[in-house]
C-alpha cells in the first residue's frame, strides 16, 4: 500500500515536472503567420517581403512567417475561409467577393498595397485605334470575375458595347496571362485587359500595342490593384501582431519609394526565385513606370469596382452593402505615430 502511494506520487511529481516545460514552451512559442502574395510586381511588398525577410525581423521574436504563393484571387478567399491563410496581397474584386460570400465576416481590409499597373493592350496589327473599333473583336482578360476582368467589362459598358452573350458582338474571354502571350503571337484575340508585368511584356514580347494605360481613366489617375487583408479571426485574436505588420508594411513602402533601383533588382531576384524566370528589363522597367506602391487603399475605386461587379452580374441581385469591408483604425495610428496624414 505505502509503495503503491510513493510511486502514485512520484508519476503525479513526474507529470507536473514535465507539463511545466510544455507550457512554458507553449507560452513562449512564435505565432505563425501564414501570409499569402502573387509573383507579381503588383504584389511588390509581398514579394520584397519575403525575399528580405523584412516582415520576419519586424515581428519576430513574437512572430514567424509562413509564406504562400498564389496565381489567383479565389484561391487565396478559399485558402481564407478553410483557415489556411491570416493574410494576404489581393486584388479589390476577390475581396470584395469574399466579403460579400462571408456576409460580412470573413475579412477586412487593413491597407493598400499598388495603385495601377493595368492596361489594354491590343495587336499592333488589329486596326484598333477607338472604343467603336472593338466591335465583332476578342479581348482577353486574365480570369472570369477578377479586378481587370470586371473592369474591361466596366468600359465595355460605358462605351455602350455589348458581349456577345447579351446580344452583342464583342467576345470577352477569360485566359490566364501566359496563355494571353501566345494568343498574341497567333492572332487568335485581338486585345487584352492586362496587370503588369504581363501588359509589358505584351508589347514587348508579342506585337502588342498600348492603347491606353488604365490609369488614365480614372480620377487623379489612382485606383487600388492590390491591397493587404486580414482575416476577421486572426485580427482579434492578434490585433498587435497585425499592427506590427501594417507598421512594416508601412516602412517598406517607404523603402521603395526611395530605393526604386535596389527594391527593382529585389523584386526581380525574387520573381525568377518563384515563377523560374527574371523579367526583362525593359519589361521590369515599363512595367513598374505604370504602377505606385502606397499604403492607402484608395477606397473610393473599390466602391468603383464593386458597383461594375455587380451590374456584370458578379455578387448576386442585391447591391451589396460594403461598409464594413475596411479596419483602417491600426493604418492610421501607425500614421498617427510617424506623424503622417491619417487616411480617410
Known sequence: MIRARKFSLFVMLATTLLALPTSS???????VIRVGHFPNITHAQGVIGQATGWF???LAPEAKVEWKIFNAGPSVIEALFAGALDLAYIGP???INGYVRSQGEALRI?????SGGAAMVVRADSGIQKPEDFRGRKIASPQLGNTQDVALRGWLNAHKLKLREKGGDVQVIPIANPDQLTLFL???????????PWASRLIHEANGRLLFDERDLWPGGQFVTT????STKFLKAHRALVKKWVRAHVELTEWIHNNLPAAKQVLNREIQ???GKPLPLAVLNDSISRLQVTYDPIRSSLFTSARWAFEAGFLGRQRPDLS???DLSILNEVLNEKGAKPIR
Open 227 to 230: 491591397h493587404l487583408i486580414v
Open 56 to 58: 520576419d525581423k519586424a
Open 186 to 196: 497567333k492572332k487568335e484575340i485581338d486585345a487584352a485587359w492586362a496587370p503588369e
Open 110 to 114: 487593413v491597407a493598400g498595397a499598388t
Open 93 to 95: 474584386n476577390p475581396a
Open 25 to 31: 514552451r507553449a507560452q513562449n512559442a512564435p505565432v
Open 324 to 326: 464594413g469591408i475596411y
Open 273 to 275: 526565385k518563384e515563377t
